[in-house]
């Protein structure tokens, strides 16, 4: 079984940065796609990011030239590096993971970690 914890959440305000982790348990961790998902109150949980063990990455369209995601495979670590924050990012934003190649959909992934809260203020 994969677990995933995700870190670095938190208060910021509007045009600042946070860049969050999310550390992968198992020996097989590049074998997996890695994906950023988040989930605002009262709203579905949608798709940010996602990244592949050799590194070839997805963004959903109200992130792209902000956000960027990384991933140290060594260090069985996914990174998302949150820049221009705006009100609107803010979520509870959760690490995910799948076997093979990335994917945008939530339900392709089938390893969650328990969410990092990410609040903007305008």
């Known amino acids: 079984q994969v677990q995933l914890v995700e870190s670095g959440g938190g208060l910021v305000q509007a045009g600042g940065s946070l860049r969050l982790s999310c550390a992968a348990s198992g020996r097989t961790f590049s074998n997996y796609a890695m994906g950023w998902f988040r989930q605002a109150p009262g709203k579905e949980r949608e798709f940010v990011a996602a990244i592949n063990w050799s590194g070839g990455d997805t963004y959903t369209d109200s992130v792209k030239g902000r956000f960027t995601i990384s991933r140290d495979n060594a260090k069985n670590t996914v990174y998302l590096e949150m820049n221009s924050l705006k009100s609107e990012d803010t979520a509870v934003y959760y690490c995910?993971?799948?076997?093979?190649?990335?994917?945008?959909?939530?339900?392709?992934?089938?390893?969650w970690g328990q969410g990092t809260q990410v609040t903007v203020s305008s």
């Open positions: 995910a993971a799948k076997w093979g190649l990335r994917s945008t959909a939530v339900n392709a992934y089938n390893y």
